[in-house]
């Protein structure tokens, strides 16, 4: 489904899954100077996946790939010191899983640490990233 609105994701019969998928796919897709309805629309998106994750952890992918999406966001706006609260979150989430999922919330993390002009944290970061074992196959 196309999503050309926030409002097509709360359309009868959508899944919360879904709708969440929405909501990140109208935030990523909006112009950088479309104002606020990107970030509207991500914060949505971490609300719901929030209540999502509380009911099972097995939404926690989910809700960090908002937190990460979120983030680049508020990166693009300038917003770096509110974007490191949500990438910070976003390890924290995938830190058990590890795999790809964690080297992209290390990596998104890495670049906040950069825009914040913490050079050092930044480098850790992303040694830690490369320290990952590659995706299989």
Not at 1 to 11: H, I, K, L, Q, V
Not at 15 to 26: C, K, M, Q, T
Not at 35 to 40: D, E, H, I, V
Not at 89 to 118: C, D, F, I, K, P
């Amino acid at each position: 489904m196309t999503r050309n609105s926030p409002d097509d994701a709360t359309r009868k019969g959508t899944s919360a899954v879904a709708a969440i998928e929405g909501l990140l796919a109208f935030a990523a897709n909006r112009p950088r100077w479309a104002g606020s309805s990107a970030l509207n629309s991500a914060g949505e998106a971490i609300a719901r996946s929030r209540a999502l994750a509380a009911q099972s952890p097995e939404h926690n992918p989910l809700l960090a790939r908002c937190l990460r999406t979120t983030a680049r966001l508020m990166l693009a706006k300038g917003r770096a010191m509110e974007a490191l609260p949500l990438a910070q979150e976003a390890v924290a989430l995938t830190r058990s899983a590890g795999g790809g999922a964690l080297g992209l919330s290390l990596r998104r993390l890495a670049e906040v640490q950069e825009a914040l002009h913490r050079f050092s944290d930044a480098a850790a970061t992303l040694a830690e990233a490369d320290r990952l074992p590659p995706p299989p196959g």
